[in-house]
């Protein structure tokens, strides 16, 4: 009876010690301080405020590394490749976040979407951008705007909506002017 109740102390001992050793492990986080603002930043954050400027999510216009280099000049990042992700990238992207997205490319400039349904289901339109290069002029950016409308359950093709696809594009290079003009105060 001694030796059963020797051996029962024993293992409450060591399930203890597993225990404890193991909560031992889950340690709090140190807690993250948000980075302070530099007053380049606060400048910019200011200046967009007033003039209503809306960043794209992720936007990089207001970090520290913001400033232009000569590899940002000629879109060539660290690792020599060709790199369009640009203010007009961001915008476009902004722009376009209320439809769903089929594909994203960052790198070659291409954003495509999927069909988004207007006027109860009828009528039906997809949209495709791509930034050729960071220069904000009409020829930097190709948008095409396609539509369908539903008709004996089948979906008729518009083409493409020149007017609507000239608006869209008129309206990412003027955000995007705007942007780059707010980052270089």
Not at 35 to 50: G, I, N, S
Not at 173 to 179: D, E, G
């Amino acid at each position: 009876m001694k030796f059963s109740i020797n051996l029962s102390k024993i293992l409450i001992c060591l399930f203890l010690t597993y225990f404890v050793i193991s909560c031992a492990q889950f340690q709090s986080s140190p807690e993250k301080k948000e980075p302070t603002k530099t007053a380049k930043q606060e400048a910019l954050e200011k200046q967009v405020e007033r003039r209503d400027i809306n960043l794209p999510p992720g936007s990089t216009i207001l970090d520290k590394n913001s400033g232009i280099t000569l590899s940002k000049l000629f879109g060539i990042d660290n690792t020599g490749d060709v790199n369009v992700e640009s203010i007009t990238f961001e915008v476009a992207l902004d722009q376009i976040d209320f439809m769903p997205l089929v594909s994203v490319d960052s790198v070659s400039g291409v954003i495509v979407t999927d069909w988004y349904s207007l006027d109860n289901g009828n009528t039906r339109m997809k949209i495709n951008i791509r930034v050729v290069d960071q220069q904000m002029n009409n020829e930097s950016l190709v948008v095409s705007l396609f539509t369908q409308t539903l008709s004996n359950d089948r979906w008729v093709d518009n083409g493409i909506n020149a007017e609507q696809s000239q608006k869209i594009k008129n309206s990412i290079l003027s955000s995007a002017r705007s942007l780059k003009i707010a980052s270089e105060l």
